[in-house]
């Protein structure tokens, strides 16, 4: 089943999320929906705030981009309590444009380490703890942002903040376009 994607100003997307157990109601289910909705909505990944749920669950699809990144063919993993341990202080930052499905028609460029340590939970509860890097160390911090409260808009200078301020603005009052569907908070 397709979810709409709950879009800036919404207050879930502001919450801490939460730690989930094995026993989280529908749990299988719920996963193929986060990887159908991602699919639809051209992402590559999907943190469950943005679906309205403050849990701490996130799916990544990177298969979609194995043309140019072979490393990722077939790599679509759940991610489940997952934490961000350390970054790589003595590993380079880097610069990318970043978009987000919660922020239709936004891209700015955002400053990330390339390094990180993670330790998360798999789809059976298997418990990971590893370094990670490349593109998958910067899909995973803007994912596990979300489930902090923050976006990536948080993470840009003041300057280009308030160059986007009107789109930021439009985004409240639900006057953009995309192609999937979302839910905007109705004032
Ligand atoms: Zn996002």
Redesign the pocket.
Known sequence: MILPIYTYGQPVLRKEAKDITPDYPELKTLIANMYETLTESDGI???AP?IGLDIRLVVIDLDVLSEDLPEYKDFRHAFINPYILEYDEDSKKETME??????PGIHESVTRPTRIHVKYMDEDFNEHDEWVDGYLARVMQ??F??LGGK??IDRISPMRRQLIRGKLKNLLLGRFRCSYRTKVLKK
């Open positions: 990944g999907l943190a943005q970043e978009g987000c499905l919660s922020l803007h994912e942002d979300h976006m990536f």
